[in-house]
């Protein structure tokens, strides 16, 4: 996952106030953008809402784009900003931890257990066991990551997810890749210490396989019963689940904690954020009349 570069000229004549430049700028940076902000804020709706928020920045701010610094990390530099302080529809807070994680999916499979089932994930699986224990997979994962401050959630994507380099994602954080490095190992050991002692998608002799808490996410949706879970990311859309099917096939055989973050799928920005930017850009004057460009 990056965000793309446009091109210096596209910049140029988006600066100047061309609107086919400008569209083609939103949209070579808001994938990325959208999925940076679906991993800082955990839901579909937050982070089409800063999405909004960091393309009109960007759009706005054009003109004091010096070219000191790369625009992609220009791009990173805003969103760094805007995340890092975002409200949220569900308010984040301490319950929000790798420890209360582990306490619930303890509990999930203390359930199946319960249900004379221990081995849980013994018995043949539907399809759409599998399809729930993968999203139960994709869901707990991002759990994992709201458990960071989003300081070093930030760190943590930007290596992980976004594959900077630590000078790339020094200048973004504007630290010295030297502290970046610091923050990164401290994000990491809390991060995949956790996924590796706990979580059966990393080590596949671990206690909490995903399909082994079905029982128990059944229950709840029976019962009416709140799950004390931390809320997990809206719906899978289909082309992103099958998208996530290769890449956990392909990455988990890698043994390694990180390659459970990097198999979340590439996920979709609604189609009507740069619908809307235009709409608020003409609103405050910025577009003018731009009929004569269509």
């Not at 994680?101 to 221990?118: C, K, V």
């Not at 997810?161 to 020094?170: D, I, K, P, Q, Y």
């Not at 706990?198 to 080590?203: D, E, L, M, N």
Request: hydrophobic share 40%; charged share 25%.
């Amino acid at each position: 996952m990056k965000i793309s570069d446009p091109g210096q000229d596209v910049i140029e004549r988006a600066t100047q106030g061309d609107l086919p430049a400008l569209d083609a700028t939103l949209m070579a940076i808001q994938p990325g953008v959208f999925n940076l902000s679906v991993r800082m804020l955990g839901n579909r709706e937050d982070a089409a809402d800063a999405t909004q928020e960091i393309l009109l920045k960007v759009v706005t701010n054009l003109g004091g784009f010096r070219h000191q610094a790369a625009f992609t990390t220009w791009v990173f530099q805003i969103a760094r900003n805007h995340l890092l302080t975002a409200s949220t529809r569900s308010r984040e807070s301490p319950e929000v931890s790798l420890e209360s994680l582990g306490e619930r999916l303890q509990l999930g499979l203390a359930y199946t257990a319960s249900l004379g089932d221990p081995q849980g994930a013994a018995r043949i699986l539907t399809p759409e066991d599998k399809l729930a224990a993968r999203q139960v997979a994709l869901g707990c994962t991002q759990n994992m990551l709201l458990a960071l401050d989003r300081e070093q959630r930030l760190v943590y994507v930007l290596d992980v997810v976004f594959g900077l380099t630590s000078t790339e994602a020094a200048e973004v954080l504007a630290i010295s890749p030297e502290a970046y490095r610091q923050r990164l190992s401290r994000a990491r050991s809390r991060l995949d210490g956790f996924a590796a002692s706990a979580c059966g998608q990393v080590i596949r002799s671990a206690d909490c396989q995903c399909e082994r808490q079905l029982p128990a996410l059944a229950h709840m949706a029976q019962s009416g019963s709140p799950s004390k879970q931390p809320a997990p990311l809206v719906a899978i859309h289909r082309r992103e689940r099958d998208e996530a099917e290769r890449q956990f096939d392909a990455l988990l055989r890698m043994g390694d904690a990180a390659a459970v973050f990097r198999a979340h799928p590439s996920y979709e920005a609604p189609e009507a954020i740069v619908q809307s930017i235009r709409v608020v850009l003409r609103a405050e004057g910025y577009l003018g009349d731009d009929r004569a460009a269509h």
